[in-house]
């Protein structure tokens, strides 16, 4: 079996194994206490977090060590909206954040603060210039992912935090998915992490906070990890997270080379092998080992499916894999083809061999999905004429809408209008995405009776 899913988490590393296996014999006792066993366990903490400080840039007592990294992300946001009340209620974020920012902005506007969203571009990511125009003279926080969880698109930190800086707005970056990679370029004021996203433990994370960053810790009080983190801490799972990140740091230069060399392949081969595929996230700008690409005509889940029994763990982004039957935000927001969609994330260590036995199992395996769903083939042409037509897909969800589409578009003249009723979400973005990739016009959308209609004219 291929496990092509790192970016939901790393296998353990090696390093990690063999830290946490000693960690439980050496680092059980209370790292508060005075006596041997505590004073054994303290050091090992002390030493976890120099480490883990190290690779992130920071000073020690600069960073805690979290219960997760969704924990980092939501404890960084409130204590950095509290520490600034006085100078407003105002949050930034970007419309690809991961769920765990989107979450806590929810919150914060929900107990009456205020958000903007800024917008991404068709490679997902961020302009500097927005983020900049959303400032206000009552933003207390702003926030970016370092790279995108999703699509691989790396985001123009260091130019964002300038940005910041000159408002004297504090930035805090979600790093889980570059972390492992290198440090976070930038004068950032908070990063937030997660340890099983570099190949540490579950259940770790962290979270840094520069000196000088106003910061009220929300919830009880606890005297651990600077009144930061609640709890007793997971000594043996921290000692093996700083030691993985540590390794996995020393291993990132020849690693990211070898892995950008395979996802290049299978971005350059996935559209050739497999027709109507479209490759989304920034083409240079991106992970190492991440590559996204959507493919018309296939339901996300039976894709997944397929790919899982010919020996290949992937994600998806696809309405078709959820089981609320909307897009992946991310490319909802990007306004790219949500259909089919694949997640390709290469864990360090992938052999070449599982890469080349992908793209010989995908083209046979979307044309067996394609098929089971009667889309039409690629060579296959209608003949020309009618008047304009209704497609009622009232009901039935991606990718049936748009097969149904491509089927009717031949049957009305060039400059002729097909209308699709649809009550499903994922078509109001894979309808316009399907026009801009077979050459059509799309006119935009309408209220009908139980659904919406989606007007498309025929161009060629």
């Not at 259909?339 to 390709?344: I, K």
Request: net charge negative; with cysteine; hydrophobic share 45%.
């Amino acid at each position: 079996m291929a496990y092509f899913d790192a970016a939901s988490a790393a296998p353990l590393h090696p390093v990690a194994r063999q830290a946490l296996l000693a960690a439980l014999d050496e680092g059980w006792a209370d790292p508060a206490r005075l006596y041997r066993e505590g004073r054994r366990a303290r050091l090992l903490l002390d030493a976890a977090r120099e480490a883990a400080a190290e690779a992130v840039g920071c000073r020690a007592d600069e960073l805690v060590f979290t219960p997760s990294g969704t924990r980092a992300v939501h404890a960084g946001v409130a204590g950095a909206l509290a520490g600034r009340r006085r100078t407003g209620s105002h949050l930034i974020v970007s419309a690809v954040e991961h769920s765990s920012v989107l979450h806590a902005a929810e919150t914060h506007e929900a107990g009456g603060g205020t958000v903007t969203e800024v917008g991404v571009d068709r490679t997902g990511r961020v302009d500097p210039a927005a983020y900049a125009a959303a400032l206000r003279g009552d933003t207390a926080l702003a926030c970016l992912q370092s790279a995108n969880h999703e699509v691989g698109t790396e985001q123009p930190v260091a130019a964002v935090a300038e940005a910041c800086r000159e408002a004297g707005v504090p930035l805090l970056v979600d790093a889980a998915q570059s972390l492992g990679w290198g440090p976070v370029e930038g004068g950032w004021s908070l990063l937030a992490a997660s340890a099983h996203k570099w190949g540490g433990p579950s259940g770790v994370g962290l979270l840094a906070v520069r000196k000088g960053v106003r910061f009220a810790p929300q919830g009880p009080r606890d005297e651990r990890e600077s009144g930061r983190a609640a709890g007793f801490e997971n000594l043996p799972a921290i000692v093996a997270a700083a030691a993985s990140l540590r390794a996995v740091r020393a291993e990132a230069a020849e690693e990211a080379t070898r892995l950008r060399e395979l996802t290049e392949r299978i971005r350059a081969r996935v559209p050739a092998l497999v027709p109507d595929v479209e490759v989304v996230g920034d083409p240079v700008r991106r992970l190492p080992g991440t590559v996204t690409f959507s493919c018309l005509y296939v339901d996300g889940e039976t894709l997944l499916h397929e790919l899982d029994r010919a020996g290949f763990s992937v994600s998806s982004g696809s309405s078709c894999t959820s089981s609320t039957l909307t897009p992946s935000h991310v490319l909802r927001a990007m306004g790219v083809l949500s259909e089919g969609n694949v997640r390709v994330s290469l864990p360090a260590g992938t052999p070449a061999e599982d890469v080349e036995r992908f793209l010989e199992a995908l083209p046979g395996t979307v044309s067996a999905v394609r098929e089971r769903l009667g889309a039409p083939s690629p060579a296959e042409r209608v003949p020309e004429g009618g008047a304009d037509l209704v497609v009622d897909a009232i009901g039935r969800r991606c990718p049936v809408p748009v097969i149904e589409l491509a089927k009717a578009i031949g049957d009305v003249p060039v400059g002729g209008t097909v209308r699709v009723l649809s009550d499903d979400e994922a078509a109001r973005l894979d309808i316009p995405a399907w026009c801009e990739m077979r050459g059509q016009e799309y006119l935009g959308e309408e209220p009908a009776d139980r659904a919406i209609a989606y007007l498309v004219r025929r161009v060629g």
